[in-house]
């Protein structure tokens, strides 16, 4: 009964929906951001901005890439930059990868079937500008 | 200078605030925290105090730090504390919570009294089993002072003790899984933006 109401309370509020729903991807962008090689903190929060809308709090990132760590689908390791201190980089383990791959088709999947049922919606703005 | 004071308050605030973590894991996040700040303040040219703005209270930090250990940990564990405790903090963050923690506690309550009533039997077995009315409708089960009147007749015997061992593990057994299992879902939503 109490469940219903707080789905119901979140639809009507389509801010909370939207950001319920970048709460939803922010782990697989995450692993996205290290498809093609090792990355540290910052640099993932830079191409997550770049690549996505997913623009992150600074500081939400990083409990995140911990718990893919904890979870094996993530290793880092500690490399000393010309800044002057070391940096954490991240990279995908084969766990990491594979679960990556499971992730994007599922998203994609998901999202096309979605694509297709929402166009009568924009059909719908069309016609009516 | 200012922005070196600055930088080792937050990492000393995140420190302390990090405590349940072990020394090794601690370190590792101020250090990686601090390269960030250091990092992004000089990438953007923007101050200290804007770039420990935009990382959020320390306490914050280390908060989401230390629930993806305890709920980690509990979605491991088989210990009804650590399990209620990290469902007590899911509680905190909404309905969701609220449930799996009713279900747990309603869980282990139901789970432990059943066992406890099996173990109380062979000391109070008059006091102790499943009672039916005249008419073969159910009345109560359990321990009871004083035992039902003499209209109820008690039909298990000695067999309340088995059965009411195999449901109430069964019942803990059930409740510790599906804590973990929420626990496990939890994780994916509790990545917070």
Redesign the interface.
Known sequence: MAKTRGVIDEADQPDRWEAQLRKGAVEMAALASLWRGRLYGLEIIRFLENHSRLALAEGTIYPILSRLKAEGLLTSEWVEAEAGHPRKYYSLTETGRQRLRVMAEAWMSFSSGLTELLQPVFEVQETTR | MNAEIQIDSYLTALRLHLGPLTIAERE??V??????V???A??SGTSVEA?LA???PAN??AA??R??LLI?QASRSISPLVLLRATLRLATK???G??VFLVGVFGYLIGGGMVLTAMLKPIFPANTGMWFDGEGHFMSSGVLFPPPGSQAHEVLGVWYIPLALIVGSLTLLFTTWAIRTSLAVS???Q???
């Open positions: 590792e996040i250090k990686e925290i601090a390269a960030h250091r990092d992004s000089e990438e770039v935009r990382l959020g914050v930090l989401q730090y629930d993806g980690r909404g309905v969701f609220i449930l994780q994916r939503w990545s917070r933006l």
